[in-house]
C-alpha cells in the first residue's frame, strides 16, 4: 500500500461544439494529495457541472487528463506495470452515485462481492469466502440472510450501496473515491452511509475524497474541504474553517444557497448562476439572506 495519492496540474478538456477553440476545460491546473496515514476525509464540494466527477474519472484511471499527472506512490497511475496496476486498482476503490447501475440486473447481487474474493484472491475456500462476505456485510449494517441470493431491483437503494460499502470493507483499500454517493438516499440511510464510512476511517484507516455538492454532509463529515467551480479549485481548509469562515465569493454563495429550516426566514434575492463568472476574490458575495445557521 502506498502512502499518497497526488493530483499534480492536473487538465481536462474535451471536444466541444459551439465554442471558440472548439474545446470547454471541465478540469483547470487542480493540484492535491491525499495522505493513507494518518488516514482522512476530505470533501470535494460544487455545483453540477463544476469538474468534480471528471477528477473522480482522473483519480481512478478511466480518464487519462489532458495535461498534468495522477501520482500513486510517485508513480503516474497511467504508466504502470500490469502488476501495480492491479495493485492501486486494489488499494483505491470507488463508490458510485447511482446505487443500481452499478450491477448487472440479470446477475444476483453476489456476484459483485465473490468477483472481489477471486479477483484479489482474498480466501482460500469457499466457506472462508463467504465468511468474509458475511463479516462485511455485518460491518455496513445488513444482514446476510436478507441480501445475499437477491437481484438488485428487489433491494432499496440504501442497501444497494452498503453492499458496495461492503466490497470496499472486504478489500481494506487505503483510499476510497465516493462520487456523489449519497445524493439519492434519503436522509436516514444517508447518515447510516455517511457514519460507516466515518467507522472506516477511524477502525480500518481508510482515506476518503468525499465529492458532492451538499454541504449539510460535508459539515456532518467533518475533517478538510476543497471547494471547486468551473474546474478550479478556490478554496480549501478545515470544514470549520470554509464554512464558518469563508473567504472566496463562490464559498459564500454556495453557503448562501442553503435553504433553512424556518419558513420566516427567506432569501430577499434571487442567486444567479450566471453572476459566477463575474466574481473573483476581491468581490464581495451578496449576502441579503437572512442570518441563520448554517446546518
Known sequence: MKSELELRGVQQRFHARGVADGYVTAVDDVSFSLLASPPQIVS?????????STIA???????????GSVLYGGKDIFKLSRAEYDAYRRDVQPVFQDPYAIFNPFYRVDRALWKAVKKFKL???????????????????????????????????GQRQRIMLARVHMLRPSFIIADEPVS?????????????????????????LFITHDLSTVYYLGGEVMVITKGQIVERGSV??????????????LLDSIPQPDPDQRWTSRIQVDELDHLDDNTPADTTKPEAPII
Not at 57 to 67: D, E
Not at 240 to 253: F, N, R
Open 57 to 67: 474519472r482522473n483519480v481512478l484511471g478511466l480518464q487519462k487528463p489532458t495535461a
Open 123 to 157: 480466501a482460500d475456500t469457499r466457506a472462508a469466502g463467504l465468511k468474509l462476505i458475511e463479516e462485511s456485510l455485518q460491518a455496513v449494517r445488513l444482514e446476510p440472510e436478507n441480501v445475499l441470493g437477491r437481484y438488485p431491483h428487489q433491494l432499496s437503494g
Open 184 to 208: 439519492m438516499l434519503d436522509a436516514q440511510v444517508r447518515k447510516h452511509f455517511l457514519d460507516i464510512l466515518l467507522d472506516f476511517q477511524r477502525e480500518h484507516g481508510m482515506t476518503t
Open 240 to 253: 470549520a474553517t470554509v464554512m464558518h469562515e469563508p473567504s472566496h465569493p463562490y464559498t459564500k454563495l
Open 44 to 52: 470535494l464540494v460544487g455545483q453540477s457541472g463544476s469538474g468534480k
